[in-house]
């Protein structure tokens, strides 16, 4: 998940400041023996020594103001990694602790089939809770490496959208109702897997951050409808809209939430499940294709607009069902 990168810019900053200070001290020393012997022949080297030096100066200084705000970025990724550390640990031992007490509860004493039935369900959804994490994490890791646009290929949209949100709703056990779809018949070529991965994040996020009485509106356009048919044809970006009833996100965060690690508040004091990665690959996979994403306000009432902007085309008929659905 991690790459030499983050690292190789503070070193190679702090070599060149050494190098600046050391070619300053020696400067200043030429500098004032020079100041010490100045006379008509040797005051232009003098200013000379004098302009370097303070070019030097000046420089060391920008590469100090940059070193710590590099220190300060680095010790912000620390504290997320910690929170990260301690959201893993949590989402980790308590699907465990429960399994591990549910089979515990049917290997002492005997239960009902009734209650072996809600065991084995409960027990289900904390292997879910467990796939979902892990994935979370590979999928994160996956981001490191580059992406094959040879594996590209047109993806139906508006199919994978409800594909995304059923999955969803049977993995919170809702209606599929709660998820209203108004969608128009898109196609964007890229990788299955990434689309499918952006979209299901973000429906899964609106699903989770919802109200006590869930609605989430998913919405699939192609913007200028004004143009003549011909023309929607062509490519352009669909625009694709969903909107939840939860409480919303302050303005202030609405940048930081697509940082790595990041999350809302402290994370021992959370009760919604999560690692602060689902976002993070959401807006690096829809740079990586092209698009942008960004955050609004529900237009009525309390709630969140997640938006996304993709390069893609309008269809005019939907594409029967193939292999660009996703799981």
Not at 64 to 78: G, Q
Not at 182 to 210: G, T, W
Not at 218 to 235: D, F, I, N, Y
Request: glycine letters at 8%; hydrophobic letters at 45%; one cysteine or more.
């Amino acid at each position: 998940m991690f790459t030499r990168r983050s690292i190789r810019l503070p070193i190679t900053l702090a070599v060149v400041m050494i190098g600046l200070l050391a070619v300053l001290i020696v400067g200043w020393v030429l500098l004032a023996v020079f100041g010490a012997l100045a006379d008509s022949r040797s005051s232009g080297i003098y200013w000379a020594l004098l302009s370097v030096g303070t070019t030097f100066m000046v420089l060391l200084v920008a590469g100090v103001v940059t070193y710590l705000a590099l220190s300060v970025k680095a010790i912000n990724l620390n504290r997320r990694q910690s929170n990260f550390v301690d959201s893993v640990t949590h989402e980790l031992k308590s699907p465990i602790a429960s399994m591990k007490l549910y089979l515990q509860t049917l290997n002492c004493r005997h239960v009902s089939q009734q209650e072996q039935a809600e065991f084995y369900r409960f027990m289900l959804d904390d292997v879910e809770r467990l796939d979902h994490l892990i994935n979370h994490v590979l999928d994160a890791g996956r981001l490191d490496n580059p992406s094959d646009d040879d594996q590209a290929e047109d993806v139906d949209v508006a199919s994978l959208l409800r594909e995304c949100a059923k999955t969803v709703c049977l993995r919170y056990r809702i209606a599929v109702e709660t998820v209203s779809l108004d969608l128009e018949p898109c196609v964007v070529s890229a990788q299955s897997v990434d689309l499918d991965m952006i979209f299901r994040n973000l429906i899964d996020n609106a699903v989770k951050y919802a109200g006590s009485d869930p609605r989430v509106e998913v919405t699939l356009r192609m913007p200028h409808q004004g143009l003549p048919a011909e023309k929607l044809a062509a490519s352009h970006r669909i625009v694709v809209r969903i909107a939840d009833n939860g409480r919303g996100i302050p303005p202030a965060w609405r940048r930081k939430i697509f940082g790595r690690f990041v999350r809302l508040g402290l994370e021992l004091e959370r009760k919604k499940p999560g690692t602060g990665l689902g976002l993070y690959i959401v807006r690096t996979l829809v740079r990586r294709l092209g698009g942008r994403i960004r955050v609004q306000d529900r237009p009525q009432g309390p709630g969140t607009v997640f938006e996304v902007r993709l390069p893609g085309s309008l269809v005019s008929h939907v594409p029967e069902a193939d292999g660009t659905r996703g799981g």
